[in-house]
């Protein structure tokens, strides 16, 4: 299933850290791959990554406001916690999915748990 993190309204110039943002994910999958050809708007940057639930996949859309995300669930939801970690306070992120089953804002400070619960009570 595919997940986005994405800023909602102008982002005011603002764009992700990709290198920060690699950093962390290398730090939970340490054999992620990156791919950093630009193949498309949505495709700036790839990182590929093995998952306990299998292959994973996420991609940065080139203006760095928004990541797409092809994996589990519960991976998903630490993407965008990270992403939102990544992201000044004063943007507004929502969280959802391709199909927007689920369409949930992303306040600073989080949890997982709580994305959840969040998710959870949308769908």
Avoid: K
């Avoid at 630009?38 to 306990?52: K, Q």
């Amino acid at each position: 299933m595919t997940f986005l993190v994405m800023v909602e309204g102008d982002a005011g110039g603002w764009h992700v850290d990709r290198d920060a943002l690699t950093e962390v994910i290398r730090n939970r999958w340490a054999d992620a791959e990156i791919d950093p050809s630009d193949r498309s708007e949505v495709r700036s940057l790839v990182w590929e990554f093995d998952t306990d639930t299998g292959r994973g996949e996420a991609y940065l859309h080139e203006d760095g406001t928004c990541l797409y995300m092809d994996v589990w669930e519960d991976d998903a939801i630490w993407l965008a916690i990270t992403f939102r970690q990544l992201t000044p306070v004063h943007l507004d992120l929502t969280f959802c999915d391709a199909g927007y089953t689920f369409d949930v804002r992303l306040p600073t400070g989080t949890t997982e748990v709580e994305l959840m619960a969040l998710v959870n009570a949308e769908g």
